[in-house]
Nanobody, 111 residues
Framework: VQLVESGGGLVQAGGSLRLSCAAS????????MGWYRQAPGKQRELVAA???????NYADSVKGRFTISRDNAKNTVYLHMNSLKPEDTAVYYC??????WGQGTQVTVSS
């Protein structure tokens, strides 16, 4: 199983980014997927998650700004991030099925 994140980068506060996590292997559609982030000196935290049925949940800090979605035909999960804030700066990781982690993608939001 391999997960490859992409879409990170440097953006100004108030801007937007879309992260993608492409998964290899079969039966992607039955896995719950999640996005986590880890800022320097802080613990990794859940940002958003989506079940196989499409139910979602979000950290309070990103509700109304971030949207998680999935395309099972492409074995890909997305994180649409709007109204970005400097405190959103972190390495963002994809998690598949509660077991497999991606390598992470850096998101930096400048003030």
């Amino acid at each position: 199983v391999q997960l490859v994140e992409s879409g990170g980068g440097l953006v100004q506060a108030g801007g937007s980014l879309r992260l993608s996590c492409a998964a290899s292997g079969s039966i992607f559609s039955i896995n719950a997927m999640g996005w986590y982030r880890q800022a320097p000196g802080k613990q990794r935290e859940l940002v958003a998650a989506i079940t196989s049925g499409g139910s979602t949940n979000y950290a309070d800090s990103v509700k109304g700004r971030f949207t998680i979605s999935r395309d099972n035909a492409k074995n890909t999960v997305y994180l649409h991030m709007n109204s970005l804030k400097p405190e959103d700066t972190a390495v963002y990781y994809c998690l598949r099925g509660g077991v497999y982690w991606g390598q992470g993608t850096q998101v930096t939001v400048s003030s």
